[in-house]
Nanobody, 124 residues
């Protein structure tokens, strides 16, 4: 079992920045691919960014490329999502997710452990 706790969400004006953090416990963090998903009202939850176990591989959905950066600190069992140049369409609940060890880190279906979510609201 793994527990994931997100923090860092909030209300920000368009063009602003936020950094989300996700602290993991309960399993070997360094062998788990990690990802961030988001769900906007009326929409399905979708993969935003993910990172390989070593941190050497990253993936971003097209709409956030160049604005968001995912990173991880295996010594602190924490994954981050730095969000810059935020837009109103980034408004959503953001979920941290962990994948099974050995899973393909760049596939959304790999992720099967979820945090409780943190709200990000971007005003225009």
């Amino acid at each position: 079992q793994v527990q994931l706790v997100e923090s860092g969400g909030g209300l920000v004006q368009a063009g602003g920045s936020l950094r989300l953090s996700c602290a993991a416990s309960g399993r070997t963090f360094s062998t788990s691919p990690m990802g961030w998903f988001r769900q906007a009202p009326g929409k399905e939850r979708a993969l935003v960014a993910c990172i390989s176990t070593s941190g050497g591989g990253t993936y971003y959905t097209d709409s956030v490329k160049g604005r968001f950066t995912i990173s991880r600190d295996n010594a602190k069992n924490t994954v981050y999502l730095q969000m810059n140049s935020l837009k109103p369409e980034d408004t959503a609940v953001y979920y941290c997710a962990a994948g099974s060890s050995g899973g393909l880190w760049y596939r959304a279906s790999t992720y099967n452990y979820w945090g409780q979510g943190t709200q990000v609201t971007v005003s225009s």
